[in-house]
T-cell receptor, first 109, second 114 residues
Framework: DAKTTQPPSMDCAEGRAANLPCNHS???????VYWYRQIHSQGPQYIIH???NNETNEMASLIITEDRKSSTLILPHATLRDTAVYYC??????????FGIGTKLQVIP | NAGVTQTPKFQVLKTGQSMTLQCAQD?????MYWYRQDPGMGLRLIYY???????DKGEVPNGYNVSRLNKREFSLRLESAAPSQTSVYFC?????????????FGPGTRLTVT
């Protein structure tokens, strides 16, 4: 799997958009970008994924740069319940997937 | 669908004791995984099973054994627990097919070894 780099922590005001960046400069052509989040000590939860086009679902939007070397997860209107650790993963379907330490997002009232 | 279930939710062991963590999924997934997560750390892969009847080592397999009992169930065994195995253990499963690489996680088992 390609290595990813994320900032260890970020703050966001409640109601504002949270933009979480991820660098994956060694991503291969057939590898997808996946995002998960882990709320408190629960199991990680899938959020969204993409290959090269921008994606949106009911939870978030994913913006992937044209060269695919970085991406941004956007939570359009952050709430206190979005406080969590967010993991950016790059995978081509390999069995071994590396979860780094992610970005700890703190949503502030 | 219950998704991925794990038992027990909590466990306290003494050094040298053994135990088996159970995991089951009802999504007909081929691949299943065991991770551990230490405080402030990401998830580290212990073992995985790409399909029924196969298992392979992950990053941190020492001190653990696994069994893929059938397509639904994947158990993790600690033969002689050590304090260094105090952790939260997550089981996950994943389907197959292009762009279906999302993993579904269980709620975790919180294990303390004294």
């Amino acid at each position: 799997d390609a290595k990813t780099t994320q900032p260890p922590s970020m703050d966001c005001a409640e109601g504002r958009a949270a933009n979480l960046p991820c660098n994956h400069s060694t991503i291969s052509g057939n590898e997808y970008v996946y995002w998960y989040r882990q709320i408190h000590s629960q199991g990680p939860q899938y959020i969204i994924h993409g290959l090269k086009n921008n994606e949106t679902n009911e939870m978030a939007s994913l913006i992937i740069t044209e060269d695919r070397k970085s991406s941004t997860l956007i939570l359009p209107h952050a709430t206190l319940r979005d406080t969590a650790v967010y993991y950016c993963i790059v995978t081509g379907g390999y069995q071994k997937v590396t979860f780094g330490i992610g970005t700890k997002l703190q949503v502030i009232p | 669908n219950a998704g991925v279930t794990q038992t027990p939710k909590f466990q306290v062991l003494k050094t040298g004791q053994s135990m088996t963590l159970q995991c089951a999924q009802d999504m007909n997934h081929n691949s299943m995984y065991w991770y551990r997560q230490d405080p402030g750390m990401g998830l580290r892969l212990i073992y995985y099973s790409a399909s029924e009847g196969t298992t392979d080592k992950g990053e941190v397999p020492n001190g653990y054994n696994v069994s893929r009992l059938n397509k639904r169930e994947f158990s993790l065994r600690l033969e002689s627990a050590a304090p260094s195995q105090t952790s939260v253990y997550f089981c996950a499963s994943r389907g197959t097919g292009e762009a279906s690489y999302e993993q579904y996680f269980g709620p975790g088992t919180r294990l303390t070894v004294t």
